[in-house]
């Protein structure tokens, strides 16, 4: 199926990802994947907190990561908003302790008091994102929230914790956490609670399993997963849904977790 695949017209290779964003899209999807630590909450802000930390260590070992996640939602007393605009410096001595990789307790504290900063001075997270749009992408918005996040005190260690497209990085993570605020939640998986900002605009999470299966499809060229790459395979996902392209993304990580054997 890889090989034939590749020789897919367009209509047919839309149709055969289509099919596979339908499948994979699913409530079922949530139970192996980061995601279903935001899908704890109902209000937007502890939705869009949680949902930012925990795709911030969204990598490596997926069971590591919602362990850590759920370590999150504890560390927050289970109310991530209220935490973020009212801790004290006394509650932030716990967060001392949280390590995931290298994102470490520091780099918590940080972007706790990061948070703090852009819903105090910037009107939140959606305001930030939605406040960059450039022709019609959000590339250029992650740039700009990098850089007001980090207007407080910070080690620079801890900025690469949040990366820049603007600096060639394909931004996998931040990426995510776009996908998951803006897509509707038709599904069931995805959380739609910015309605200020498209699907339309939002990139691919692109990492080493999306990439390689994007290739096997023809839809990638470039080798290196940077922001080239991600440019080039939003490039063909808008041409195959130019109101919804991200969808895919839901294709691709399942033909690559799921169907090995093809891919």
């Not at 009212?86 to 972007?111: K, M």
């Given at each position: 199926m890889a090989k034939s695949s590749l020789r897919l017209k367009k209509s047919e290779l839309k149709e055969f990802l289509d099919e596979k964003a339908a499948l994979y899209e699913s409530p079922k999807f949530i139970g192996t994947d980061p995601i279903q630590i935001p899908h704890q909450f109902s209000k937007k802000e502890d939705i869009e907190i949680i949902g930012f930390l925990v795709a911030t260590i969204a990598w490596g070992n997926r069971k590591s990561i919602i362990k850590n996640g759920n370590?999150?939602?504890?560390?927050?007393?289970?109310?991530?908003?209220?935490?973020v605009l009212n801790?004290?410096?006394?509650?932030?001595?716990?967060?001392?302790?949280?390590?995931?990789?290298?994102?470490?307790g520091n780099d918590l504290i940080t972007f706790i008091k990061g948070l703090q900063h852009i819903y105090t001075n910037h009107l939140g997270l959606e305001a930030i994102f939605s406040g960059y749009v450039m022709n019609n992408e959000l590339q250029t918005a992650i740039h700009h929230f990098k850089k007001h996040f980090f207007e407080i005190e910070h080690e620079p260690?801890?900025?690469k914790h949040v990366s820049d497209p603007l600096k060639k990085s394909a931004a996998k993570r931040i990426n995510m956490f776009l996908r998951w605020m803006v897509r509707p939640n038709t599904a069931g998986v995805d959380f739609g609670i910015w309605s200020s900002l498209s699907p339309a605009f939002l990139s691919c999470p692109l990492d080493v399993h999306s990439g390689r299966v994007a290739r096997q499809l023809g839809l990638l060229k470039r080798k290196q997963n940077d922001a080239i790459a991600l440019a080039e395979l939003?490039?063909?996902?808008?041409?195959?849904?130019?109101?919804?392209?991200?969808?895919?993304?839901?294709?691709?990580?399942?033909?690559?977790?799921f169907e090995k054997d093809l891919f």
């Amino acid at each position: 199926m890889a090989k034939s695949s590749l020789r897919l017209k367009k209509s047919e290779l839309k149709e055969f990802l289509d099919e596979k964003a339908a499948l994979y899209e699913s409530p079922k999807f949530i139970g192996t994947d980061p995601i279903q630590i935001p899908h704890q909450f109902s209000k937007k802000e502890d939705i869009e907190i949680i949902g930012f930390l925990v795709a911030t260590i969204a990598w490596g070992n997926r069971k590591s990561i919602i362990k850590n996640g759920n370590s999150l939602v504890e560390l927050l007393d289970n109310s991530p908003y209220d935490f973020v605009l009212n801790h004290t410096e006394q509650d932030l001595e716990r967060l001392q302790h949280f390590v995931h990789r290298t994102f470490n307790g520091n780099d918590l504290i940080t972007f706790i008091k990061g948070l703090q900063h852009i819903y105090t001075n910037h009107l939140g997270l959606e305001a930030i994102f939605s406040g960059y749009v450039m022709n019609n992408e959000l590339q250029t918005a992650i740039h700009h929230f990098k850089k007001h996040f980090f207007e407080i005190e910070h080690e620079p260690r801890t900025l690469k914790h949040v990366s820049d497209p603007l600096k060639k990085s394909a931004a996998k993570r931040i990426n995510m956490f776009l996908r998951w605020m803006v897509r509707p939640n038709t599904a069931g998986v995805d959380f739609g609670i910015w309605s200020s900002l498209s699907p339309a605009f939002l990139s691919c999470p692109l990492d080493v399993h999306s990439g390689r299966v994007a290739r096997q499809l023809g839809l990638l060229k470039r080798k290196q997963n940077d922001a080239i790459a991600l440019a080039e395979l939003d490039k063909q996902l808008r041409r195959l849904d130019p109101i919804d392209p991200v969808k895919y993304d839901f294709a691709l990580f399942g033909l690559s977790a799921f169907e090995k054997d093809l891919f």
